[in-house]
Structure formats: C-alpha cells, structure tokens
C-alpha cells in the first residue's frame, strides 16, 4: 500500500514564525502535492512538484515556499507564520508513468497560528 | 480554466437507502479525468471512483457508481445500500489529459448516514 506521512497531525505556532510542514511518501512517486483545506472552500492548490529541486505554483501560493531535495520527500515552508494560514495542510502523491493520476494522500496537519 | 462545482453541501441518507451526490464541472477539453474522492470523520482522503472521459461506459466500484453526461458535464456519484462507514465528506475532482495536469476539486459536499 501507498504510504504517505505528515510530520505533525496538529501544530500550534505563533505568527511570524517559520514553520516547516514535512511530507514523506514511499512509493517512489515523481509527483507530489501540498494543499489547504478549508471549510466551504474544498482542497486548493499550494505547490507541486514533479521531480526533485522541481517546484510549480499552484493556485494559492503566497505565504508559502517548498522543497524537494530528495524524491521522497516534500517540504511546505511558512516564512512567517500568520492567522490567516490557520488551516488544514494536505499532501498527497502520484504516479507519472502508469497514467492512473490517483493522488495518495497524508492524514493532515492541522496548524494553528496564534 | 477549469472548474468543479458542488452545490450541495450538505446531504442526509437513511441507511440501506441509496442517495447521489450531484457535481458539475466546465471544461474545454475534450479528453480528461474526474474522480469521487472520500474523508472520513479525522482520517486520510481515499479514491472512491475514477471515470475517463473517453469511456462511455459508467464507473463503477462495488456499491458506488457514478452517472457521467459528457455532454452535460454531469458526474454524479450514486452510493447504494448506504452504510454508516459512508459518513465521510466527498469530494468531486477533475483533471486534464496532459502529463503534468493538476487537479482540481469541488468544495466538497457532507455526507450523513441516519441509522
């Protein structure tokens, strides 16, 4: 089975501090994801990458940065934490080569800033 | 751009009843993907159902199935026998063809089971 981890399921940090999201999956997938969930919003997209050092823009990437210096790994950075990034952080993964496009995703991080 | 629409959010079905949860999208593609994802209650999102636009042959996996109106753009998701395991938020999303699509999902609609 896919595994996907996320480093905290909940989170509390303080505004303007950095904050380091941290998602691993073990499937060797080339492509991963970082979204937001919010209440009445659905999943919007932060970043992605699909291979390593490779990073696109998704949807809403303000407030956000990533990294991705090993296949396996994906990073979300907040540079300085703020209330309005109060929310639900989910990763997920996929397949390039099969055509499936199924994204495996993490159990959440739930990050408060206070 | 894409979009997903979901304008439901909220849903309530009685157990061993069947209910479908509706989902719209707008495209100008002709080739593309659309997909039904599951939460549950504080656990990780999972694949429910997966239909290619080119099949007009409706998706199904075991007590779900979906209604696909290509025409339409309708990809409806019917869930039949409902079980209280199906309690969850779902999700209707849509990808593109191209290599390096992303996804894109409707807000999301809530899904209660009455026992």
């Known amino acids: 089975d896919v595994k996907v981890t996320q480093s905290s399921r909940y989170l509390v940090k303080r505004t303007g501090e950095k904050v380091f999201l941290e998602c691993v999956q073990d499937?060797?997938?080339?492509?991963m994801f970082w979204y937001r969930q919010d209440p009445g919003l659905g999943l919007r997209l932060i970043y992605f990458?699909?291979?390593?050092?490779?990073?696109e823009k998704g949807d809403i990437p303000e407030g956000y940065s990533v990294s991705r210096e090993k296949k396996e790994r994906f990073s979300l950075i907040l540079e300085s934490a703020s209330t309005n990034q109060t929310s639900m952080y989910l990763c997920?993964?996929?397949?390039?080569?099969?055509?499936?496009?199924?994204?495996?995703f993490g159990p959440g991080t739930r990050l408060t800033v206070t | 751009a894409q979009t997903v629409t979901q304008s439901q959010p909220e849903m309530s079905v009685q157990e061993a009843e069947t209910v479908t949860l509706s989902c719209t999208y707008d495209?100008?593609?002709?080739?593309?993907?659309l997909f039904w994802y599951k939460q549950p209650p504080s656990r990780q999102m999972i694949l429910v159902i997966r239909q290619e636009a080119y099949k007009q042959q409706n998706a199904t996996e075991n007590r779900f199935s979906v209604n696909f109106q290509k025409a339409a753009k309708s990809f409806s998701l019917k869930i039949s026998d409902s079980q209280l395991g199906d309690a969850a938020m779902y999700f209707c999303?849509?990808?593109?063809?191209?290599?390096?699509?992303?996804?894109?999902f409707g807000k999301g609609i809530t899904l209660s089971v009455r026992p």
């Open positions: 999303a849509y990808r593109g063809s191209g290599a390096n699509s992303k996804l894109t």
């Open positions: 990458s699909y291979d390593v050092k490779m990073k």
């Open positions: 495209t100008s593609e002709s080739d593309y993907y």
């Open positions: 499937m060797d997938h080339e492509n």
């Open positions: 997920a993964s996929s397949d390039s080569g099969t055509g499936d496009y199924e994204q495996y």
